[in-house]
């Protein structure tokens, strides 16, 4: 017998039944709701205080919140424990999965104790007698279970159903889910039922028989995990390709409710898992009247209400029995008896594409708005502007240099006409935010050289030329042309003399022989072939609005209004808010993986252009697809480890390209800017965190003017060089940065 007990803290969830204090960045566990530290800091120092024998501590988190976590273990004695980090949810099953497998092959066949991170439990020596009054049934090979004598009919909890009783230690009956008002008063009157805490003591070898009896699946996916898993100072680091195939369940589902001879020990430690805002009025320091107020706050003549405001100051009368929560961006009101159903608030948001749920505007996340403008002005117009229109020129062959090496050497490669035209609209837009560098001469310098070595003889542009502008790829490419067609119409309002005469005689290729006959979009090739892309289309649709702005003829808002169509009837799925990248000739989604393919960063350029012709057109619901592409790629594209956006995921959230490119950050500050002030919340704290992610991952690191433009999930270079291609991007997205943070400089 050993009186070691390995404790694991499970952090998982979002407890969106505290909205809007508890988002989806900043979840109900690292709220100090009491006054005495967050609830995950509470809870460690509760597993902390037990007064004898080995106590382990372990947390497992989302890796998407290690800052925070990091943080509250600060000063902790987790006596050998740490940190076990997985990469995406997968419910309990497997956090209690990895609970045990960590145990046995560090403790052995210890005793697992397995508690959630944000419930509230006050009697700390209470409940280490509960939690030793378990531990002979647990080292017997029994699963324990600790339960609450219910004071009310509570439907906000689930329950266990008891029987026999022996030594103070009943047998469990069956677990009941949540149930209605009807059913809680029944389950109050038998006396047989107590609220479930969803802690768990167990034997770690009797939790792997159970796993292996009722759920091989999960165990064995956890297992591969676990073994292929990564250590470092900061903690454990689960292979994301691993750790996702692991099948989500609860634990209550896949083991607890299929197991018999499950032990009950009526807890004997003050409980509540503060799980909706009436529990918090139960809980919190009650004024004479009732009230628990918290935050810049007056109130009068109201009795037994939650008033909170972690914003500005909130002011009531003659409230009773209601809560009132007020944050920086939204408040929430209702009776305590209706404050479960917050749910049905944060799904009819979701569904609406609102932002409120992801983010939490905290005053801590930026200094000010327009923070990082002194770095970006420097940047832009001290280092990569001076670099990228002398090292990047090719003098001698004429155009721009693909690529330049981390020497900022250029790289003799094959120039793509795309890169061309990236480069003379790059150099035309800082030339219009003040750039006092030789735009006229680049932009002319890359014109000549691409009308000069790169046209067809229809009248349309290659995709590929040599380093000495001999022809290398003859293909007329629809996303080449939608390229040349900005570069054009940027070039057009910088004053070029050729640039409106080469944007019709392109137009004229593009309807001769890049439409499709059936009018549905445009070809990938001239030649027809191959599979059909939203991409392409995404950027002639830029191309549109970028001539719309040129000339203001109404003919280039109709050409950009076709893609719409095409994005609302094909493009965009409602049900997941994503955007499809693969299509048939049909315009169904490609089969197999590229109809599951989606890019964070595509959504991102998707709802900047979808804004900018909302604006243009008066078609205002376009805003809403814009919102729900941003909280798609938000909430299901971002590697959590660093906050940037991966390359690809699948319509379910699922990585698929787990490297990180430059591109996509800077289209996702161009997409927050777009939707700052167009209907949801404040978002310039956002658009300053994205900034600072872009420099701190991307630009920082690199030599003076350069970027890494890939880095992997753990924020490793996977660079060799630094493309042209990109910096279009970048000129694009931190010229709106200052734009839109001009009045504060």
Not at 16 to 30: A, G, I
């Amino acid at each position: 017998m050993t009186d070691r007990i390995v404790s694991f803290v499970m952090s998982g969830g979002v407890g969106s039944r505290l909205w809007p204090l508890s988002r989806e960045d900043n979840p109900k566990q690292f709220h100090d709701l009491s006054g005495d530290g967050s609830m995950l800091a509470k809870t460690l120092r509760r597993l902390a205080a037990r007064s004898g024998g080995e106590t382990p501590i372990f947390l497992i988190a989302s890796e998407r919140h290690a800052e925070r976590v990091h943080a509250d273990l600060a000063g902790l004695d987790l006596a050998g424990g740490g940190p076990l980090f997985e990469p995406t949810g997968r419910n309990t099953a497997a956090a209690v999965a990895l609970a045990t497998l960590r145990t046995l092959s560090e403790f052995g066949d210890s005793l697992v104790l397995v508690v959630p991170s944000d419930h509230e439990i006050s009697t700390v020596r209470q409940f280490w007698q509960s939690i030793e009054a378990g531990a002979h049934a647990a080292r017997a090979g029994r699963l324990v279970v600790f339960g609450i004598k219910p004071t009310q009919p509570e439907t906000g909890y689930g329950y266990i159903e008891v029987a026999a009783e022996s030594g103070g230690i009943f047998d469990v009956s069956r677990f009941v889910e949540k149930p209605d008002l009807a059913t809680a008063e029944g389950y109050l009157q038998a006396g047989s039922f107590y609220w479930n805490t969803g802690i768990f003591l167990f034997r770690a070898g009797a939790m792997r028989d159970a796993f292996v009896a009722f759920q091989p699946d999960i165990w064995q996916a956890t297992e591969a995990a676990y073994e292929a898993a990564t250590s470092d100072l900061s903690g454990l680091y689960m292979p994301l390709e691993l750790y996702e195939a692991i099948p989500s369940n609860s634990i209550d589902y896949a083991v607890m409710e299929r197991a018999k001879d499950i032990a009950m020990v009526p807890a004997g430690f003050r409980w509540n898992d503060l799980g909706s805002w009436q529990s918090l009025l139960d809980v919190g320091p009650a004024d004479d009247q009732g009230n628990v107020i918290v935050g810049d706050v007056v109130a009068i003549d109201c009795e037994n209400s939650y008033i909170r405001s972690d914003g500005s100051l909130l002011s009531a009368i003659g409230m009773k029995d209601v809560a009132i929560v007020s944050t920086i961006d939204a408040t929430f009101i209702a009776p305590v008896s209706h404050s479960q159903h917050v749910k049905k608030i944060v799904e009819q948001l979701e569904k609406s594409g609102r932002l409120e749920t992801r983010f939490t505007p905290a005053h801590d996340r930026v200094i000010e708005s327009g923070a990082w403008r002194r770095r970006v002005h420097h940047w832009l117009f001290q280092e990569t502007l001076p670099l990228w229109s002398t090292s990047g020129v090719d003098e001698r062959h004429g155009g721009f240099h693909e690529a330049l090496g981390f020497d900022a050497e250029p790289l003799m490669k094959p120039k793509r006409m795309r890169t061309q035209a990236r480069q003379v609209y790059a150099f035309a837009v800082a030339s219009a935010r003040g750039w006092d560098g030789p735009a006229d001469r680049l932009i002319a310098h890359g014109i000549d050289f691409m009308a000069g070595k790169g046209r067809t003889d229809r009248g349309g542009w290659v995709r590929t030329l040599n380093v000495d502008g001999s022809v290398a790829d003859a293909t007329e490419d629809a996303y080449d042309h939608s390229c040349v067609l900005l570069a054009l119409a940027h070039a057009h309002m910088s004053g070029n003399p050729d640039a409106l005469r080469l944007g019709e005689e392109t137009f004229a290729f593009l309807d001769a022989h890049l439409e499709d006959s059936r009018m549905t979009g445009f070809l990938e090739t001239s030649d027809g072939e191959g599979e059909r892309r939203s991409n392409p289309h995404m950027h002639l649709l830029e191309a549109f609005l970028a001539w719309h702005q040129a000339t203001g003829e109404r003919a280039h808002l109709r050409r950009a209004a076709r893609i719409i169509d095409l994005f609302r009837s094909h493009f965009f799925d409602p049900e997941s808010w994503t955007l499809g990248e693969y299509f048939d000739a049909e315009w169904k989604p490609a089969v197999g993986d590229k109809g599951l393919w989606t890019e964070p960063g595509h959504h991102f350029e998707w709802a900047s252009l979808l804004v900018d012709f909302a604006e243009r057109s008066g078609q205002a619901e376009l805003r809403g697809f814009a919102r729900k592409l941003y909280a798609s790629a938000i909430a299901s594209g971002l590697n959590r480890a660093t906050g940037l956006a991966y390359g690809a995921v699948s319509r379910q959230g699922l990585p698929l390209d787990l490297a990180s490119r430059s591109w996509p950050q800077a289209e996702a500050v161009k997409a927050a800017i777009a939707l700052n002030g167009s209907g949801g919340p404040d978002l310039k704290p956002e658009i300053e965190a994205r900034v600072g992610r872009l420099f701190r991952w991307h630009i920082d690191p690199a030599p003076l003017g350069l970027w890494i433009d890939r880095i992997d999930e753990r924020g490793r270079s996977l660079a060799s060089d630094v493309p042209a291609s990109i910096f279009y991007h970048l000129v694009c997205a931190l010229t709106q940065y200052l734009d839109g943070t001009a009045e504060r400089s």
